[in-house]
């Protein structure tokens, strides 16, 4: 489960910044957000002057998803036929 893996992770000393990948599309989207204490899927931080960094969600658009919805599978369909791409395979 998320908790159980965050668990392995609580510690003082280091400061977490997650991001979400396919591998995380198996747990619904409100429930993985609340656990990694996110309020999106993407951001930017800037850890020290001179440096940001731009989070990505990676599995934006995952039709492997346990909470995929009709709008996901229009806008899958219609990135893909834009690229030249069969979504069905």
């Given at each position: 489960t998320?908790?159980?893996?965050?668990?392995?992770h609580d510690s003082p000393q280091f400061t977490w910044f997650h991001t979400v990948g396919n591998h995380c599309r198996y747990v619904p989207r409100p429930q993985l957000l609340a656990?990694?204490?996110?309020?999106?899927?993407?951001?930017?931080?800037?850890?020290?002057?001179g440096w940001r960094f731009i989070v990505l969600d990676g599995a934006e658009l995952?039709?492997?998803?346990?909470?995929?919805?009709?709008?996901?599978?229009?806008?899958?369909?219609?990135?893909?036929?834009?690229?030249?791409?069969d979504p069905a395979s």
């Amino acid at each position: 489960t998320v908790t159980a893996a965050m668990d392995q992770h609580d510690s003082p000393q280091f400061t977490w910044f997650h991001t979400v990948g396919n591998h995380c599309r198996y747990v619904p989207r409100p429930q993985l957000l609340a656990a990694l204490s996110l309020e999106t899927s993407y951001y930017s931080f800037c850890p020290s002057s001179g440096w940001r960094f731009i989070v990505l969600d990676g599995a934006e658009l995952c039709m492997a998803a346990v909470d995929v919805d009709v709008a996901e599978k229009e806008e899958f369909a219609t990135v893909c036929s834009g690229l030249g791409l069969d979504p069905a395979s």
